[in-house]
């Protein structure tokens, strides 16, 4: 019996040698985050700069015009130009040119106080000279010269009067007339000869201002000077 233990025994072991391995299940391998394929590196990046559509290229530089920036346009000698051609370029130079119509009128009109009176008008100003030999005129004021013949230069309340009397009428000649933004003067000029005569002259804004309602020698005194 045991002898037949033993050989039932050793048919199990050989049974068992003889038979297909079964293999233990095996978890699947952890995937670190390294694992994970990086994207491929570019050897030469590039970087974006905004473009001027305007100008299909890098904005430039700006100028920024301050109190101390002078003048771009503006030419060697105080020349400046008139217009932004170059070739419009111009030196200034003061000019005083005469106004034939605006004389007839002050003229006529101070004749209906004194017949021997005469009167004419000028206006002052600066000429633009061109490069090429031509000129135009830029007005700056519109002045004005009175003569009155007179045997006594020494009557001041006489020429006190005659001062009182023609600067209204200079007030009131038509604004049209006048060239230029600023107020200029009457120049009374009363002769007694050719060599002999005496001459002042009224700014006309120092006029309207200080002398509205004054006559005679207190009047003439303010704008003479000896």
Known sequence: MTRFRKTLLLWALILFACSPTVSTPQAPPLKLPTDTPLPPLETNPTLEIPLDITTRGPTGPKFIVTVGTPHIDQGPKGEFPVTKQSSDTCGFSWATYPLESLSSVIDEAV????????????????????????????????????????????????????????????????????????????????????????????????????????????????????
Request: charged share 25%.
């Open 111 to 226: 004749k209906g106080l004194n017949p021997e009176t005469s009167a004419r008008a000028s206006a002052f100003g600066e000429d633009c000279n061109y490069q090429d030999g031509s000129k135009k005129f830029l007005a700056i004021e519109t002045d004005y010269y009175i003569d009155l013949p007179f045997t006594d230069l020494t009557d001041f309340e006489v020429f006190g009067n005659w001062i009182a009397q023609t600067m209204p009428i200079v007030a009131s000649l038509p604004p049209e007339m006048v060239e230029g933004p600023q107020s200029g003067f009457v120049e009374y000029r009363f002769v007694k000869t050719e060599n002999e005569f005496l001459i002042v002259r009224v700014p006309i804004q120092a006029y309207n201002n200080l002398a509205q309602g004054k006559t005679g020698e207190e009047l003439f005194r303010m704008f003479y000077t000896e």
